[in-house]
C-alpha cells in the first residue's frame, strides 16, 4: 500500500468537488454546497486564486483531498497555513492518509518559515478531535469564531 500526495491540477475540479460532498454528507450539512464543478475550478485554479489543493492517493487511486490557503499573523509577523478542509474517505480511514497530508503541510510550513499551521474542526466530531490532539495540535478553545454569509452579509455591507 503507497500513499502518495501531490498537488492538485485543474482537471482535478470534479474529483475535488466529489470530496466536498462527501465531507458535507460527512457533516450532515449536504444541502449547505453551493458550488459546482465550474466553480471550484475557477476558485482553487483560476488566475487570481489564492486557495491551493491537495489530492491522496492510495496505489495512483484518490482517496482523499486538502484544499488550505495562507493567512498572516500579525503578532507573529510571519505568514500561515489555514488548512479549510481535510476529508480521506470513509472506507479508506485508518491507513494513514490524513496523517500523510497533515504532515505534508507541517513540512511546507516549516520549509516555508510559517509562523503557524491551522485549522478548524467542528465541535461534536469527537474521533478527528481525538486524532488531531494525538498528533499534538492544541483546540483554540479561547477563541470564538465569527462568520457574516447570506442576507447578513449583504445587509451589514449595503447598511
Known amino acids: 500500500m503507497s500513499i502518495t500526495i501531490r498537488d492538485a491540477i485543474s482537471d482535478d475540479a470534479q ?3 466529489d470530496f466536498i460532498i ?3 454528507v460527512y457533516e450532515n450539512a ?8 465550474k466553480q471550484t475550478k475557477e476558485a482553487i485554479f483560476g488566475e487570481n486564486s489564492t486557495v491551493q489543493a491537495l489530492i491522496c ?10 484544499v488550505y490557503f495562507y493567512n498572516y499573523s500579525t503578532w507573529l509577523g510571519k505568514k500561515g497555513i ?3 478542509d481535510l476529508y480521506i474517505s470513509e472506507s479508506k ?5 490524513g496523517k500523510a497530508i ?8 516549516v520549509e516555508e518559515n510559517c509562523g503557524r499551521f491551522e485549522w478548524s474542526c467542528l465541535d461534536w466530531n469527537t474521533p478527528s ?9 492544541k483546540a483554540q478553545e479561547e477563541w470564538i469564531g465569527y462568520r457574516l454569509e447570506g442576507d447578513s452579509l449583504h445587509s451589514f455591507a449595503e447598511s
Open 15 to 17: 474529483l475535488i468537488l
Open 22 to 24: 462527501e465531507l458535507a
Open 30 to 37: 449536504k444541502h449547505e454546497v453551493k458550488t459546482d464543478a
Open 57 to 66: 492517493e492510495q496505489n495512483g487511486e484518490a482517496i482523499g483531498y486538502a
Open 82 to 84: 489555514y488548512l479549510e
Open 93 to 97: 480511514r485508518g491507513l494513514g492518509a
Open 102 to 109: 497533515l504532515k505534508h503541510l507541517a513540512k511546507k510550513a
Open 129 to 137: 478531535r481525538e486524532f488531531y490532539e494525538s498528533l499534538g495540535a
